[in-house]
């Protein structure tokens, strides 16, 4: 089957005080799915594009690219499924070339690293260039901020009512925050993380479902932390009458000379 909805969890590079978290979200790679891509690069620091080592580039391979490069996203390609007999990275590297990634081995200054997700070859070194890449953008949040992130995907779950899989990208995220998400707002009830554990405390680049909305938001609707529960639903209400508003606007009445030329 093909990935239908984006995922997200963590990984972790390193021991004890060394240690460090690399939170990755994965949008399906199928060319059905543009607009789960292009939300998965506008919520990103780093985009890791998957390239297959025998089929190379594919017409969504140079999708994402666009979407990378709309959003100022810098690239780190890694060419999976190296173990196999028929793989074939240079052409790959040709093709990226292209496309206007040239390699680093080539001169170039896109990073490309060979992985196999059978044996596992090159995952550690992937994960050490993500974390590389993080000092040299210097990517910093504060998580002493009101919580601010951006939502992934939401749906409905009986007996939790709206849950949304959300990012956090800057503050700390507690049970019993006030939160405003697109059209949706309520106050924080629950928070799983990316094992489906209840956890107290969300900081910067989590991956957290959360419980406790009034209504569905939108994929890559921002999350907003608020200090008051009225604030908060008077956005909201804003927001949905506004969107009504628009869904109304675009439906143009029927007329008999619309009616012929339909």
Not at 223 to 247: C, H, P, Y
Request: aromatic residues 4%.
């Amino acid at each position: 089957g093909i990935t239908q909805h984006t995922a997200a969890w963590m990984v972790t590079v390193g021991d004890g005080d060394a240690a460090r978290r690399v939170t990755f979200i994965d949008t399906p790679g199928h060319q059905a799915f543009t607009s789960m891509r292009a939300r998965g690069a506008n919520m990103t620091d780093v985009v890791v594009l998957v390239v297959a080592a025998v089929e190379g580039v594919m017409p969504q391979t140079i999708e994402s690219i666009n979407h990378a490069k709309a959003a100022g996203v810098p690239i780190i390609v890694a060419v999976n499924k190296i173990d196999r007999p028929d793989a074939n990275p240079d052409m790959v590297l040709g093709q990226l070339a292209g496309q206007g990634l040239n390699p680093v081995e080539w001169g170039g200054d896109t990073e490309v690293i060979r992985t196999s997700a059978t044996t596992g070859q090159g995952i550690k070194e992937l994960i050490e260039m993500l974390a590389y890449q993080a000092d040299l953008l210097d990517l910093k949040a504060d998580p002493t901020a009101p919580a601010r992130g951006s939502m992934i995907e939401a749906k409905m779950i009986t007996g939790l009512g709206a849950v949304a899989t959300v990012l956090v990208q800057n503050g700390t995220l507690k049970p019993g925050a006030i939160i405003l998400c697109g059209p949706g707002y309520g106050r924080v009830r629950t928070i799983l993380d990316d094992n489906g554990k209840s956890i107290t405390a969300a900081g910067p680049s989590m991956p957290v479902v959360v419980s406790g909305l009034n209504m569905l938001p939108e994929a890559g609707d921002k999350m907003f932390e608020l200090d008051d529960l009225e604030r908060a639903r008077s956005i909201a209400e804003e927001r949905a009458a506004r969107s009504r508003q628009d869904d109304l606007s675009s439906i143009k009445p029927v007329t008999l000379d619309t009616l012929f030329a339909t």
